[in-house]
Each structure stands twice: as C-alpha cells, then as structure tokens.
C-alpha cells in the first residue's frame, strides 16, 4: 500500500533562507509523485509532479524536488524564502494502478520578515 | 483558465439535516473527486467519479453518497449530517484513465467549509 510521510507539521525561516520541506513516500511499484501548495482559504495548486523523466524537477515560483529512489524521499527546495511563500504544503503519491492518490498530512511554511 | 468551482464557501447546518455540495469543473474532465480535508490528516477521498453515473467509494464513504448526473457536475450529499461531518470539503478533476489519470495532476476547487450544529 502506497503512503506519504511528511516531517515536521509546522516548519519556520526567515526570510532570504533556503526552504527545505521533507517528504518519504512507501509504494510498491514506482510512483508518480506531486507537491501542492494551498493558500489561506484555497484549494490546492500543483507546485509539480515527478513522472520519471528526470529526478530534479523544477516547479514554480522557484521550488524544485528531487526524487532519491534509494531514500524513497521527495524533498521539496527553494533557495530563497519569501513571505509570499507562507502556505500550507503537501505531498502526494499514485502509483499508476489505479484512482488514488495518497496525500501527507501537510506542512505548514511560515516565513519571518 | 481552468476552473472548478464549489457552489458555497461557507455552509451551516443543523444535525440530521440532508446536505447538498455542488462541484462544476469547466475542463471537460472525465474524473471528479470529492475529499475531507481535517488539521493533521491531510486529504482523505470520500468518493471518485470516473463517467457519468459512475462512482467509486473512497476511503471514508461513510454517512456520504455522490451524485454525477451531467460530465460537470459532481455532487456530494451528506444524507443525515452528523456534528463529526464539520470539516472543509475539496472538489477536485483530472484527465486520463488508468496509469494516464495517475500522473496528471488534480485541479482543485477553493473548497467548501462545513459546519454541522
């Protein structure tokens, strides 16, 4: 069975530092894989999506992920925070055999001035 | 532009009552989802549309039944409401079937937040 581990509910920086929100995914087969973004009081909005084509992907508004399969993460970066990036962020897993796709629990970035 | 859009923002209601929310996605999407989105638990799907008339349970179908009568519009439809149905519900479309509905991505709508009294 597929599933998203997220570490850290809340994570902090300040403004300028490089963002780094963690992602583990378990699936048996390779995964497809996904960072959202959801902003006060909206749905999601895919950030990007792994499909193996490359392992670094990049995203927008400056983040990007790279999928380590021997660490089964996809940790997600952007070098330089800013205070527009204050979200609430999830991973999400399908494996390609069927409907669903399994999402994390969440992570919510705050950024300091 | 996409869209899908979610008929109330906000929505109060009294328990037992039998609730109504409405999803329209203008892509011309086969799939439509409906899910629970609770502080610490992520998005858990409640009910998936893959055609018109055509549903699969979730993983928290309980208390809930879908409605797809029409390729845009995708109703879920809480029979009796419970105080433990208060929570934001996500309306969501994807393109693609099989592994081709695995690697596209959803498109979400801005969610409904539902208080049951």
């Known amino acids: 069975a597929q599933s998203v581990t997220q570490l850290g509910s809340h994570v902090s920086v300040s403004e300028g530092a490089l963002v780094l929100l963690r992602c583990n995914y378990s699936s048996s087969v390779p995964p497809y894989l996904f960072w959202y973004v959801q902003y006060p009081n909206q749905g999601l909005q895919l950030l990007l999506k792994y499909t193996s084509a490359a392992t670094l992907v990049k995203g927008i508004n400056g983040f990007e992920a790279e999928f380590k399969k021997s660490e089964t993460s996809f940790h997600l970066t952007k070098p330089s925070a800013h205070m527009s990036d204050a979200a609430e962020y999830f991973c999400?897993?399908?494996?390609?055999?069927?409907?669903?796709?399994?999402f994390g629990a969440g992570t919510r970035l705050f950024v300091k001035a | 532009d996409v869209k899908v859009t979610q008929s109330s923002r906000y929505l109060v209601k009294r328990t037992g009552e039998k609730v109504f929310l409405e999803c329209v996605q203008d892509m011309d999407h086969e799939n439509m989802f409906w899910y629970r989105q609770d502080p610490g638990l992520g998005l858990r799907l409640i009910y998936f549309?893959?055609?018109?008339?055509?549903?699969e349970k979730g993983d928290i179908p309980e208390g809930y039944s879908v409605s797809r009568e029409k390729k845009e519009r995708f109703s879920l439809i809480l029979e009796s409401a419970s105080t433990n149905q208060t929570s934001m519900y996500l309306c969501?479309?994807?393109?693609?079937?099989?592994?081709?509905?695995?690697?596209?991505?959803?498109?979400f709508g801005d969610g409904t937040r539902l208080s049951i009294l």
């Open positions: 549309s893959y055609d018109v008339k055509m549903k």
């Open positions: 999400a897993v399908s494996d390609g055999g069927g409907f669903k796709t399994i």
């Open positions: 969501a479309s994807a393109r693609g079937q099989g592994e081709a509905l695995s690697n596209q991505p959803q498109h």
